[in-house]
């Protein structure tokens, strides 16, 4: 069960950070992962759908515990994969092209998961009924990005921030690009892996090629209800945003932004396009992460911070993991902030005792 905020006290400068019982008991981890069905959730951004009209969200099903499906109709929607017939998933592949069909027996759907059609079932008295349709998920879309969740709320203020700080980016044209998908199994509680993306001060121990193109000194962290901003200033020479003047960045030469949005949602905006992590907890000492690429400009692909995004990846995995050995210790409890580097985590910390 969750600890009281006051736990993690609000002035950095005197906090604890969280007990390891938050890293390392399973009572713990199943109880944080149930306010995961109370937040958004990326689904997808609207170019996974181009040559389709519905993807399974199989990350999804994976966070809060319901399989659904995204779709191409009028409108993009995220409605459920679960046949209201007999139960089967409607959708047992990744793309469909047709109107939904499941594969059991055969009953129908359209795109905005309204009942059909279904075969031998002339005679069955009050039939179809709304409960025959599939149900719609809560679906929120943003320049192109597609959230959904099962009772979601707590958006807006993350919402508010990117579009007054990045509105200026076309993330809607952007363009999915399957080659940069990717997906780690790693042997660490995944909010040790957010714990890890919210602070760069482990980025010249650990990162030696993103040290290079990033100025660590003028390394920014923003709060914000929901979530945290952190912004990569570009070294001397180094790919960055050519920001327009209406922007409060402008004069600033960004080489990243570096989103997360509660819980897990990590949202990586370069020069060249976006990647996003998907932060998907498997047990209480096991993360899937999730990657997907969004190109905006090809020919800034493989520069600057966005440059080499494997090799960090990998760099960051191998720290967590070793991390999760140690709380895992009887030796270790709780530590402290730096007030300079770790206000993000420290702000992660209090929301997640909230």
Known sequence: MALPLSIIDPDITKARTLPSSYYTDNDMFLDLKKAFRQSWHLAGHQSQLAGCTAI?????????????????GE??????????????LVSDGKCHNQILQCPYHGRTFG???????MPEFGGVTDFPTPDDD??????????????????PS???????????RIGWIPI????????R??????????ALYVDNYLEGFHIPFVHQGLHNSLDYDNYRTILFEGGVLQMGIASEGEPAFEIPEHSPDFGLRVAAYYYWIFPGLMLNFYPWGL??????????????IIYHGFVGDESMLGKGAGGDLDKVEEEDQEIVEATQRGVSSEEYDRGRYSPTKESGVHHFHRMLTS
């Open 275 to 288: 990647s996003v992590n998907l932060v998907v907890p498997l047990s209480v000492n096991r993360t899937r």
């Open 154 to 164: 707590g958006l807006d203020q993350s919402i508010e921030e990117m579009e007054n």
């Open 75 to 88: 409108e993009t929607r995220c409605i459920s994969n679960v046949c209201t017939h007999r139960g089967m």
């Open 181 to 190: 998908h990717r997906s780690y199994d790693i042997e660490a509680n995944w």
């Open 172 to 179: 809607e044209s952007f363009e999915n690009d399957p080659s």
């Open 134 to 151: 599939l149900r719609r998920f809560p679906t929120l879309v943003w320049k192109g990005l597609v959230f959904t969740g099962v009772e």
């Open 111 to 117: 795109l905005d998961g309204k009942f059909r059609a």
């Open 56 to 72: 399974s969200l199989d990350h999804i099903e994976s966070l809060v515990g319901e399989p659904m499906l995204m779709t191409a």
